[in-house]
């Protein structure tokens, strides 16, 4: 069964203080990753795509990584504003495009 | 920027009700989602819309629920007989094209709140 997990559901940083998100996924044949940002009661925000192993993608202070079997968001240096809810998804197999969704990392970056 | 828009922000009904939510996707996109989300929990796929006709839906999209895109810009979800269990935030999804290069944008979402 093609799944996302990502790890930890919750981290605390201190403005500053760079460290990176875990993006686990099982799927059969990846036709693609993606990377959302998504604050409270709003919608997912495209970040990166992410298609192949030992692909990066970087935007601002954020990095994204990808391996055979997971990806990492790294965020370096972050500020208040980078806290959010940072969502993996990956395309599912098939010609539709369906998007499967992890639960999320929650980060808040404290002042 | 173009970007994707959905009416209304917030939708309270009494269980039993038919709803509709709405979505303007970007214009020069091919591809039409829904997803939902339940408060605390993942981003579940609903349905796919392509070349007007659903290219797939999920469990959860059953007989209850429809799509349509009634004119050239607009898409919509109709819940026929609200449940408690579909007070959610519902999201549209729009994409440029089939391919695997290109990514889908959301809406802001509706929250959808059943009583």
């Known amino acids: 069964e093609d799944q996302v997990t990502q790890s930890p559901e919750a981290l605390r940083l201190q403005e500053g203080e760079s460290s990176s998100l875990n993006c686990s996924y099982t799927?059969?044949?990846?036709?693609?990753l993606f990377w959302y940002r998504q604050d409270p009661g709003k919608g997912p925000e495209f970040l990166f795509t992410?298609?192949?192993a030992g692909e990066e993608k970087e935007k601002e202070r954020l990095k994204a990584t990808l391996t055979k079997k997971e990806s990492f968001l790294h965020i370096t240096a972050p500020k208040p504003e980078d806290s959010a809810t940072y969502l993996c998804?990956?395309?599912?197999?098939?010609?539709?495009?369906?998007?499967?969704f992890g639960q999320g990392t929650t980060l808040q970056v404290k002042p | 920027e173009p970007e994707v828009t959905q009416t209304p922000s917030h939708q309270v009904t009494q269980m039993g009700q038919e709803v509709i939510l709405r979505c303007v996707p970007i214009?020069?996109?091919?591809?039409f989602y829904w997803y939902r989300q339940i408060l605390g929990q993942k981003v579940e796929f609903l349905v796919s819309?392509?070349?007007?006709?659903?290219?797939?839906k999920s469990e959860i999209f059953d007989d209850q629920f429809s799509v349509e895109r009634p004119d050239g810009s607009n898409f919509t979800l109709k819940i026929r007989s609200t449940k408690l269990e579909d007070s959610a935030m519902y999201f549209c999804?729009?994409?440029?094209?089939?391919?695997?290069?290109?990514?889908?944008?959301f809406g802001p979402g509706t929250r959808l709140t059943v009583t």
């Open positions: 819309f392509y070349n007007n006709e659903i290219s797939e």
């Open positions: 992410l298609y192949s």
């Open positions: 799927v059969s044949g990846l036709r693609g």
């Open positions: 998804a990956v395309q599912a197999p098939g010609n539709t495009g369906k998007l499967i």
């Open positions: 214009s020069n996109h091919l591809y």
């Open positions: 999804a729009s994409r440029r094209d089939r391919g695997e290069f290109y990514e889908q944008y």
